[in-house]
């Protein structure tokens, strides 16, 4: 079991920035390889934001979010960061962090086995 704690979501004007803050904890999280952010706006379906490679720290990035947002991670607090700039109206959603069934960065959700609850990102305009 792993239990994914986010914190960090609250509400920023058009440009702002906002770092999400994801902490693991439970008795396999040293069996984590790929930690995730998803988002879910209303009325839309979950999608892929970013993903990291625990050990080795590669990370993979949504067309709508490279260059914008950075995911990173401390193994040490067994926490995963999403450092948001240059935010913009259409990325307000509930933000989710994942742990990955296996050692796959994947973009689907269906590869993600455990979610924490979700904060909320809303971008003013």
């Known amino acids: 079991q792993v239990q994914l704690v986010e914190s960090g979501g609250g509400l920023v004007q058009a440009g702002g920035s906002l770092r999400l803050s994801c902490a693991a904890s439970?008795?396999?999280?040293?069996?984590?390889?790929?930690m995730g952010w998803f988002r879910q706006a209303p009325g839309k379906e979950r999608e892929f934001v970013a993903a990291?490679?625990?050990?080795?720290?590669?990370?993979f990035y949504a067309e709508a979010v490279k260059g914008r947002f950075t995911i990173s991670r401390d193994n040490a607090k067994n926490t995963v960061y999403l450092q948001m700039n240059s935010l913009k109206p259409e990325d307000t959603a509930v933000y989710y962090c994942?742990?990955?069934?296996?050692?796959?960065?994947?973009?689907?959700?269906?590869?993600?086995?455990?979610w924490g609850q979700g904060t909320q990102v809303t971008v003013s305009s």
């Open positions: 994942a742990k990955a069934r296996g050692q796959i960065a994947s973009a689907r959700s269906d590869e993600y086995d455990y």
């Open positions: 439970g008795r396999t999280v040293s069996s984590i390889y790929v």
């Open positions: 990291i490679r625990w050990r080795y720290s590669s990370t």
